[in-house]
């Protein structure tokens, strides 16, 4: 009999928030409120904090000004001050690039830094501030619910999805980092591993990673909030349309994890889903990671739609000559 643990530590507890950059703020800012429908928590001279409806932290995006685009950083919360003790020793011996804490900002307290190969920063923390409602319009009429909602807003944050140029590389960081478990992949025919989607949790995944295409380093293919139910994404479709948003494709459905997704582009050009997975969870705790082969994924999305090219092209900051 094996004394060896068969799960992971579950040091983390979930993806916290993400930090974006943004050249366009004001317009950028506008976007995420009034018609993405995320809730202001708070600002200060550089950045906005922002949740959704049912989001129970203060904050899971963090909108920044900047002179460009993209992700500034990816925050974990731990699971205890003990878990975050551990993965932070695991961390300092895994021979990733260690960045090392900071007092954390108006959302969370300390917090430890480091890198993945590909310059995506990461932080993980325990000690966060709880949203608390601003004005009696944002209390929730049911207790267990963290706020009022209105309009089409998404309820919580779901995932990211980040570039790199090795996929394999980035699974090793996440596995000895973070302690994630892969739940589906795709492997193409020239051996390299195209995308991984990976959770620290039940939840079926929290980030995924897909090969970088356009030649650039440290870069957002996209945020993705989740919605209360498929109806929703239509209804956001027809809002966004109303504004003028960019829809770059959808409403429909990913083959891999089964998602109902809507992609569109902020003001600035950072990619964001909105997306509906129903209830799917990751129970067994020696699941066996999904496999799709570079012929499954030319069959297109779930129901035979092809992806759009610019899905594969267009990440941020964008590439000078590549797009």
Request: proline share 4%; aromatic share 12%.
């Amino acid at each position: 009999m094996t004394t060896e643990p068969t799960s992971p530590s579950f040091d983390i507890a979930h993806l916290g928030h993400v930090e974006v950059l943004t050249d366009k703020f004001e317009e950028s800012l506008d976007f995420f409120t009034r018609i993405y429908g995320l809730k202001l928590s708070g600002q200060d001279e550089h950045s906005a904090y922002l949740r959704a409806w049912d989001d129970y932290e203060y904050a899971t995006l963090k909108l920044t000004k900047s002179d460009t685009t993209g992700v500034a950083h990816i925050g974990y919360r731990a699971a205890s001050p003990e878990a975050l003790e551990r993965r932070v020793a695991a961390i300092e011996a895994s021979g990733f690039k260690v960045i090392g804490w900071n007092d954390g900002d108006l959302s969370h307290g300390r917090a430890f830094r480091f890198e993945d190969p590909f310059g995506h920063q990461f932080e993980i923390y325990y000690d966060t501030n709880w949203y608390a409602p601003q004005e009696d319009a944002e209390k929730a009429a049911l207790k267990n619910t963290a706020s009022a909602f209105t309009g089409m807003p998404p309820r919580r944050l779901d995932h990211i999805n980040l570039l790199a140029e090795d996929v394999t590389e980035f699974r090793r960081f996440m596995i000895t980092c973070l302690g994630a478990r892969v739940t589906e992949y795709i492997q193409l025919d020239n051996g390299r591993i195209g995308g991984c989607w990976f959770t620290i949790n039940n939840k079926s995944y929290d980030l995924a990673c897909t090969e970088e295409h356009g030649g650039g380093n440290g870069r957002l293919h996209h945020v993705t909030y989740a919605t209360d139910q498929r109806e929703d994404i239509l209804r956001a479709a027809d809002i966004f349309l109303q504004n003028g948003v960019h829809i770059e494709t959808g409403p429909h459905k990913h083959a891999i994890q089964g998602t109902f997704f809507l992609y569109v582009w902020e003001p600035a050009g950072n990619r964001v889903e909105l997306a509906n997975a129903g209830s799917r969870l990751v129970l067994a705790p020696d699941w066996q990671p999904v496999c799709w082969t570079e012929a499954d994924r030319k069959k297109g999305q779930a129901w035979g739609l092809k992806t759009i090219e610019s899905f594969h092209t267009h990440g941020t900051p964008p590439v000078a000559g590549k797009e």
